[in-house]
């Protein structure tokens, strides 16, 4: 149980295009997933936590017309990477929890996102 | 977010020795952790969590231990094997938020 799949896995785009990540929760409800982004070799960093039917918070420092999240059932978030830029190209992970607080996070498999 | 740092980036330890990945954490109200393996191109994987209300708590062949008093977290594998190669991240939260903010990560090698 509590699997998360994410699509695509794989992503090359052209600069200034965008781009959209999906992540599902397969096999319960999520009322909050969580987008992550990862550059090689170092650790996960926070971008926002998506709740559903409500507007993303996201961490300092991170863009919200940037990156667009967008959580409208409780089964699937979508993180757009608008006007993509080769600094943008990594790792996105995204996360949910069963419940709303305090809870074990399951992640997915992780996109991969290069901007050529 | 919070600071979660590790002492060692690199472990390297022969196979069936154990480990032991250290974790610094910087906020004193962090009262949740979870300590995540991930493998290369792959999400992190759930390993053990712990509470602040425990100071030690065991898994299969991993033991958590947590020093509040001075702010680490430790993960213990026993008789390491291969598979076990991997950067294991602590990641640390505080109730009642949802909110994890993960370490710096620490690459675990298990030399055959």
């Known amino acids: 149980g509590a699997v998360v799949s994410q699509h695509p896995s794989r992503v090359i785009c052209k600069s200034g295009t965008s781009v959209k990540i999906e992540c599902r929760s397969l096999d319960f409800q999520a009322t909050t997933m969580f987008w992550y982004r990862q550059f090689p070799k170092q650790s996960l960093m926070l971008m926002a936590t998506s709740n559903e039917g409500s507007k993303a918070t996201y961490e300092q420092g991170v863009e919200k017309d940037k990156f667009l999240i967008n959580h409208a059932s409780l089964t699937l978030s979508t993180l757009t990477v608008t006007s993509a830029h080769p600094e943008d190209s990594s790792f996105y992970i995204c996360s949910a929890s069963l419940l709303a607080a305090q809870e074990t996070q399951y992640f997915g498999p992780g996109t991969r996102l290069l901007v050529l | 977010g919070e600071s979660v740092g590790l002492h060692l980036p690199t472990l390297s330890v022969q196979e069936g020795d154990n480990s032991i990945i250290n974790c610094a954490y910087s906020n004193s109200a962090s009262d949740y952790f979870i300590w995540y393996k991930q493998e290369s191109g792959k999400g992190p994987q759930f390993i053990i969590d712990i509470r602040s209300n425990m100071d030690k708590r065991q898994g299969q062949r991993v033991t958590v231990l947590l020093n509040k008093t001075v702010k680490h977290l430790s993960l213990q594998i026993a008789a390491t094997q291969p598979g076990d190669s991997a950067v294991y991240f602590c990641?640390?939260?505080?109730?009642?938020?949802?909110?994890?903010?993960f370490g710096t990560g620490t690459s675990l090698t298990v030399i055959p």
């Open positions: 990641a640390e939260n505080i109730t009642p938020g949802n909110q994890f903010y």
